[in-house]
């Protein structure tokens, strides 16, 4: 899944690559690598996107390291939130 982010420091946006799993059957077989290019292929074709993120859990050192493999960079931001432990993630009807 690909979700969006204005930068208005960029005055583009980016895109960020959401929720990857790859079965543990089918990694290290280049799984992750297809998808990345796919995306980054179809990011480069447009004029207002001005690149693309993902998370990553800070002790998944696996997946960091096949991130830094395959070109992308580690930034310095810090990611902060605030959920709502016990809330329902569904509306009732």
């Not at 297809?34 to 980054?40: G, N």
């Not at 447009?46 to 002790?59: Q, S, T, V």
Request: aromatic share 18%.
């Amino acid at each position: 899944m690909v979700t969006y982010e204005w930068s208005d420091w960029r005055c583009a946006s980016f895109w960020w690559i959401q929720s990857v799993y790859v079965k543990p059957g089918f990694r290290k077989q280049g799984v992750f690598r297809r998808l990345y290019e796919f995306v980054k292929e179809k990011a480069s074709k447009e004029a207002n996107i001005c690149g693309f993120r993902l998370y990553a859990e800070k002790d998944n050192a696996a997946a960091q390291d096949t991130y830094r493999r395959i070109g992308m960079n580690r930034i310095p931001y810090v990611l902060y939130e605030e959920s709502f432990q016990g809330r329902k993630s569904h509306v009732e009807l």
